[in-house]
T-cell receptor
Framework: GNSVTQMEGPVTLSEEAFLTINCTYT??????LFWYVQYPGEGLQLLLKATKADDKGSNKGFEATYRKETTSFHLEKGSVQVSDSAVYFC?????????????FGEGTQLTVNP | KAGVTQTPRYLIKTRGQQVTLSCSPI?????VSWYQQTPGQGLQFLFEYFSETQRNKGNFPGRFSGRQFSNSRSEMNVSTLELGDSALYLCASSATGGRTEAFFGQGTRLTVV
């Protein structure tokens, strides 16, 4: 079946530190890959996406590259801010699906201290 | 453009009761999906509706049901509530379904006592 595995959290960083959150997936073919972010008390917001191998998604200083050879989609940011504190979810939609059903990873809690 | 609207934001119900949650998707979007979020199980897919038809269904008991109206608004119903149904229920809309991005509402926090 399809699955997403994220690095265990929580992650605590100081402001301006470099961020990496690992995400690997299991799926047949080439799924579409997404990163969503959830701020306290809120729903999920799409952060970035990639739909084919070697695609790089980017938004608000965050980046992730679709790596087919390692089935990974790691999230990175060069310099985090306190406002980046949130829970981050990696997700996929399989290529063969006729719908928009997302399979999510466990989520990674990020806390950025001033 | 208005986002996805879920009502109510908070609900407290007693075991054995039933509950109906509502979701209004982004104007023009025809696909609505529902997810349950709990600390223990994370985000789990409930079902997806597209043009008033259920297109996908997750692994939840029959107590969980949904429907979509001709204006794309959707409701989900949970009957005979159990303590374990306490969760954040999230609705997501997308333009056509398929592998396009989904936009989420703020969710309905259901507490079963």
């Amino acid at each position: 079946g399809n699955s997403v595995t994220q690095m265990e959290g929580p992650v605590t960083l100081s402001e301006e530190a470099f961020l990496t959150i690992n995400c690997t997936y299991t799926a047949t073919g080439y799924p579409s890959l997404f990163w969503y972010v959830q701020y306290p008390g809120e729903g999920l917001q799409l952060l970035l996406k990639a739909t084919k191998a070697d695609d790089k998604g980017s938004n608000k200083g965050f980046e992730a590259t679709y790596r087919k050879e390692t089935t990974s989609f790691h999230l990175e940011k060069g310099s985090v801010q306190v406002s980046d504190s949130a829970v981050y979810f990696c997700a996929l939609i399989p290529r063969e699906t006729s719908g928009s059903r997302l399979t999510f990873g466990e989520g990674t809690q990020l806390t950025v201290n001033p | 453009k208005a986002g996805v609207t879920q009502t109510p934001r908070y609900l407290i119900k007693t075991r054995g009761q039933q509950v109906t949650l509502s979701c209004s998707p982004i104007s023009g979007h025809r696909s609505v999906s529902w997810y349950q979020q709990t600390p223990g199980q994370g985000l789990q897919f409930l079902f997806e509706y597209f043009s008033e038809t259920q297109r996908n269904k997750g692994n939840f008991p029959g107590r969980f049901s949904g429907r979509q109206f001709s204006n794309s608004r959707s409701e989900m119903n949970v009957s005979t509530l159990e303590l374990g149904d306490s969760a954040l229920y999230l609705c997501a809309s997308s333009a056509t379904g398929g592998r396009t991005e989904a936009f989420f509402g703020q969710g309905t926090r259901l507490t079963v006592v």
